[in-house]
């Protein structure tokens, strides 16, 4: 069975930056690198929502709340996802989840806590 686990959450100032990290495990490389894979967060009260995901041909797709700030990227070798998260505000305050897809397939990492706050 894949499991998500993500990494790399905690407490920033406002303007600073963090690093998201979802490692896969029960997979292979190969495999993994066929995954469409996604970050999601969900603030308090609020829907989940899509930050950035990024297609196994390396297309790239972003929310407009974090363009221009927020990076995602994959490594495939490592079957890790990134997410590098530059200038953040306090309304990036949630918990980051990681989403893969292949085929009808889909799963959830169990989140991580990211707080932006002075």
């Known amino acids: 069975q894949v499991q998500l686990v993500e990494s790399g959450g905690g407490l920033v100032q406002p303007g600073g930056s963090l690093r998201l990290s979802c490692a896969a495990s029960?997979?292979?490389?190969?495999?993994?690198?066929?995954?469409?894979m996604a970050w999601y967060r969900q603030a308090p009260g609020k829907q989940r929502e899509l930050v950035a995901s990024?297609?196994?041909?390396?297309?790239?797709n972003y929310a407009d709340s974090v363009k221009d700030r927020f990076s995602i990227s994959r490594d495939n070798a490592k079957k890790t996802l990134y997410l590098q998260m530059n200038i953040l505000k306090p309304e990036d305050t949630a918990v980051y989840y990681c989403?893969?897809?292949?085929?009808?397939?889909?799963?959830w990492g169990q989140g991580t806590q990211v707080t932006v706050s002075s």
């Open positions: 989403y893969r897809k292949w085929g009808s397939y889909e799963s």
């Open positions: 990024i297609g196994n041909g390396g297309s790239t």
């Open positions: 029960g997979v292979s490389g190969s495999i993994f690198s066929a995954y469409a």
